[in-house]
């Protein structure tokens, strides 16, 4: 029986980044994972300098063997409407990764003992914390595993019924005459936020790859409402039209209206299992690479001692950070959707909207006050 401090399950870029902020700390840290790396994983995949300067990765040394696609602006419109383009002169404002290699090179540099191709199973209490799988004595379990990560479920099996945004999405290399035929931008990702405002659907393009996709609060019909959004990117001449790929789907929780507690006796949440995605946007890696940071500050500040009560901190910080989850609609939910639905046509339709609200606020976070970088 293997013993450790703390054992990660989840290897993606929540568990990796704790891990790493903690391989200085004296503790033994492990990452049990059902999966080897590298692995396919479903997002459209774009990280903001913030997220890039606090991992402290080093820009060049990444892009030597991996995809880094600078983006430099944004065309956004309500799907039909006209399009609505903005640039950022300068440094560029946010990154295009594949996420099978972003993932693997934050797993192998964070120091951590890996338990790969093993699936959680079950973990069972013990006096000191948790055995896992019957043969790994952990004193706190991580939560990390994205949305249906087990261990949520094994803590409060509520919080898994609650109501997810649902996204499928397809990423793959264009051949020669499709990369002829694609009239994407590298630089310039593409958003069309549906015109019953449940979700939006974005074409990107990485370089000789393209990520198409589409999320929705509401799953029903959601591979009806992909392929028509699909058959109109053809129909603009935006995507080729001969895309056989294969869209895979995935779920998210938006911070605001999770309701999945994130901490219990030895045990804590972080990234997608806790329900941490952006409510406008539901990007998160940044979220998730966060409060993996907050997560390190908090297990350190216990000294091993991990009940609930001294994981409070944990949400303490989470709170102070991302605000308080609310119980219900805030004001904006509020309104009836013929009101919603009039002002935002309206909106989608001018730069400065677009530009500072949908960009600036729900995408690049700018508002947001940085962190501390992850101490080398």
């Not at 895309?243 to 999945?260: D, E, I, M, Q, W």
């Not at 600036?360 to 080398?376: C, G, N, R, V």
């Amino acid at each position: 029986m293997k013993s450790y401090d703390v054992l990660i399950v989840g290897g993606g870029p929540a568990g990796s980044t704790l891990a790493y902020s903690l391989r200085n700390s004296g503790l033994k840290i492990g990452i049990l994972d059902k999966q080897s790396f590298p692995r396919q994983k479903i997002c459209a995949g774009w990280v903001t300098p913030e997220v890039m300067r606090v991992l402290n990765i080093d820009l060049a040394d990444y892009a030597k063997n991996n995809i880094l696609q600078k983006i430099s602006g944004f065309k956004i419109s309500q799907l039909g409407q006209k399009q609505v383009e903005s640039h950022y002169p300068g440094e560029p404002i946010s990154y295009g990764i594949r996420r099978i290699e972003f993932d693997d090179y934050l797993l192998k540099r964070c120091d951590a003992e890996l338990i790969l191709q093993e699936a959680f199973k079950k973990m069972e209490k013990t006096e000191d914390g948790w055995l896992v799988n019957e043969k790994y004595q952990a004193k706190l379990v991580i939560g990390a595993g994205g949305h249906y990560c087990p261990v949520a479920r094994a803590i409060d099996s509520k919080g898994v019924s609650e109501l997810a945004v649902v996204a499928q999405e397809a990423e793959f290399e264009m051949n020669a005459q499709q990369k002829q035929n694609c009239s994407i931008k590298e630089e310039v990702p593409e958003l069309f936020f549906t015109p019953d405002l449940m979700g939006y659907g974005w074409v990107f393009r990485k370089g000789d790859y393209l990520n198409i996709g589409l999320g929705r609060e509401d799953k029903n019909k959601l591979s009806g409402h992909v392929k028509e959004f699909c058959e109109y990117l053809a129909a603009e001449g935006k995507i080729p039209a001969d895309v056989t790929a294969k869209y895979n789907g995935h779920a998210y929780l938006l911070y605001n209206h999770a309701v999945r507690k994130m901490i219990a006796d030895n045990v804590l949440l972080i990234g997608d299992s806790a329900g941490l995605a952006y409510p406008q946007s539901g990007e998160g890696i940044r979220p998730a690479i966060e409060s993996a940071m907050l997560a390190a500050d908090a297990i350190r500040d216990c000294a091993g001692n991990y009940n609930s009560d001294k994981l409070q901190a944990y949400n303490d910080a989470m709170e102070q950070r991302f605000g308080k989850r609310l119980p219900g609609p805030d004001t904006m939910e509020r309104l009836p959707m013929f009101v919603k639905r009039i002002f935002a046509s309206q909106l989608m339709k001018t730069r400065w909207f677009t530009k500072n609200v949908v960009t600036d606020k729900w995408f690049l976070q700018s508002h947001q006050t940085p962190m501390p970088a992850i101490k080398e």
